[in-house]
């Protein structure tokens, strides 16, 4: 098992570092996806727990729809649609 790093994500202010343990073939699964996604390991595993997470709490939804939820929670937010 190699260690690696997660930021867990509770809330909108509050982060945590918590170390785990994964196995090798999924940290290098991770590396090679992180790579060609531009993101580190463990936001590439962060990201699959994600859409695991979506997809799990929404078992209707097609992955495309998924990952454009994703994506557009990733997005700075405009004061072009703010409303007050």
Partial sequence: MAPIELR????LEI?????VKLSENL??????CAQ??????PKQIEYWSQ????AEEN????FSMIRD??????EE????YRFD
């Fill in 8 to 11: 867990c994500h509770f809330g």
């Fill in 15 to 19: 982060n945590m570092s918590v170390n």
């Fill in 27 to 32: 940290v290098a699964q991770a590396k090679r």
């Fill in 36 to 41: 060609t996604q531009h993101r580190s390991v």
């Fill in 51 to 54: 859409i695991g997470k979506i």
């Fill in 59 to 62: 078992p209707d939804l097609p």
């Fill in 69 to 74: 939820i994703l994506i557009a929670d990733q």
């Fill in 77 to 80: 937010s405009s004061s072009e």
